[in-house]
């Protein structure tokens, strides 16, 4: 069985166009990636377990105060599989 996670932009019921965006996966890809998820909360104190991506990008909402060090560190723990065992204050230059 698979399950899927999808957010939506332009749901205004005037606007004829929806775009819908995510991932589907199997239960077992899921239950792999939820202590992941679980260490972005814990290290990054995500709104509830949810990470509104675009404020995350223009840094508004829940991200507006962060400052560049704890935003790069977000961003890089997203993007590296490897950084992900564990939240570190340290910054890796590339």
């Keep these: ?3 899927a996670y999808l957010d939506a932009s ?3 019921p005037t606007q004829d166009i929806i775009v819908a965006g995510g991932w589907v996966a199997s239960e ?4 792999e990636f939820q202590p992941q998820w679980e260490a972005l909360v814990d290290c990054f104190g995500a709104n509830g377990g949810r990470w ?3 404020d995350f990008h223009s840094r508004h909402g829940q991200y507006e105060a962060w400052d560049d060090q704890k935003w790069d560190r977000a961003h890089h723990w997203r993007t590296q599989p490897d950084r992900r065992r564990g939240c570190t204050s ?3 230059l590339q």
């Design 28 to 31: 077992n890809r899921w239950t």
């Design 90 to 92: 340290q910054v890796r």
């Design 1 to 3: 069985m698979l399950n």
């Design 10 to 12: 332009g749901t205004d």
């Design 52 to 54: 509104p991506h675009t």
